[in-house]
Antibody
Framework: QVQLQESGPGLVKPSQTLSLTCTVS??????????WSWIRQPAGKGLEWIGR???????NYNPSLKSRVTISVDTSKNQFSLKLSSVTAADTAVYYC???????????WGQGTLVTVSS | SYVLTQPPSVSVAPGQTARITCGGN??????VHWYQQKPGQAPVLVVY???DRPSGIPERFSGSNSGNTATLTISRVEAGDEADYYC????????????FGGGTKLTVL
């Protein structure tokens, strides 16, 4: 059973870069034809998709965040990562990593990690 | 950009049927996925590709999709079904990206 776990700083200062890592267990990140996504959710609000990466390294990003987002994959560590630059308080949210299981449906999710942007 | 519209809330008595809609321009031409999210938990996929259920999801959860509306139907609603529900599609019309609906809070009376 695939499991995902987010990790990274819980507090980031405004204007800095938010960096998170998702560690995959229970299977190799490079096996199969899957996309690996990042999604976020501000407190009390809905889900916002940030972007995704294929094991080949190809990416898709939310147009509203594209200029600030970089998603990368490290197959040797079985991890993929998120970098979000120039953060503001509006980027405060629970960040989830997920794996698509069928035709863009995300069947596997991490538990989520809260990132607060504050000085 | 593609927009998915969900009602903010739906209420239903236990044992009854809940229907949660997800509106979008010609959404019937897209594959729609549905997620259940309980407080403090990660979302769980309950229906994918309009009407398929992942293993472990009760048959009470079903989906349909036609025209401009997709619908998640929960039959014989239980107290444990109370949660937020989100629809999701892949928009390949211009930019290629995942779109979520705004979410619907299902209240079991």
């Amino acid at each position: 059973q695939v499991q995902l776990q987010e990790s990274g700083p819980g507090l980031v200062k405004p204007s800095q870069t938010l960096s998170l890592t998702c560690t995959v267990s229970g299977g190799s990140i490079s096996s199969g034809s899957y996309y690996w996504s990042w999604i976020r959710q501000p407190a009390g609000k809905g889900l916002e998709w940030i972007g995704r990466i294929y094991t080949s390294g190809s990416t898709n990003y939310n147009p509203s965040l594209k200029s600030r987002v970089t998603i990368s994959v490290d197959t040797s560590k079985n991890q993929f990562s998120l970098k979000l630059s120039s953060v503001t308080a509006a980027d405060t949210a629970v960040y989830y990593c997920a794996r698509e299981s069928s035709d863009t449906a995300m069947g596997y999710w991490g538990q989520g990690t809260l990132v607060t942007v504050s000085s | 950009s593609y927009v998915l519209t969900q009602p903010p809330s739906v209420s239903v008595a236990p044992g009854q049927t809940a229907r949660i809609t997800c509106g979008g321009n010609n959404i019937g031409s897209k594959s729609v996925h549905w997620y259940q999210q309980k407080p403090g938990q990660a979302p769980v996929l309950v229906v994918y590709d309009d009407s398929d259920r992942p293993s472990g999801i009760p048959e009470r959860f079903s989906g349909s999709n036609s025209g401009n509306t997709a619908t998640l139907t929960i039959s014989r609603v239980e107290a444990g079904d109370e949660a937020d529900y989100y629809c999701q599609v892949w928009d390949s019309s211009s930019d290629h990206y995942v779109v979520f609906g705004g979410g619907t809070k299902l209240t079991v009376l």
